[in-house]
């Protein structure tokens, strides 16, 4: 599945099931949480803090998906193409960080 056609599966399904999507501001304070979530994991998983009982079956894959899944409501809300933006972004770093990291001896 491409970017475009998540975004459209994405709004599909909020106008079948979801019957509208929450507000802007709403789905950002759902993106941090869901950021959130996949940082608890990640933070025990690969950190030094230990798992609660209640932690130890989350998915990091699915938390992941859950955050991709309200980045794409954001995007479709506020008009933005995120294929366009994310090909736009990729050009900016490029051109940017070619050499920066190349040259970065702490990387080697």
Not at 35 to 43: M, N, P, Q
Not at 47 to 73: H, N, P
């Amino acid at each position: 599945m491409t970017i475009e056609e998540a975004q459209i599966t994405v709004d599909q399904w909020i106008k079948e099931f979801g019957v509208k999507y929450f507000s802007e501001l709403t789905n950002m304070a759902i993106l941090t949480e869901e950021v959130g979530e996949v940082a608890r994991i990640i933070s025990r998983r690969y950190g030094d803090q230990s798992f609660k009982e209640s932690d130890k079956e989350r998915d990091l894959g699915d938390e992941m998906a859950d955050v991709l899944w309200v980045l794409l409501c954001l995007a479709n809300q506020t008009g933005i193409n995120l294929t366009e933006a994310f090909e736009k972004n990729l050009l900016k770093k490029t051109n940017r960080d070619k050499e920066r990291h190349i040259n970065n001896p702490k990387l080697y």
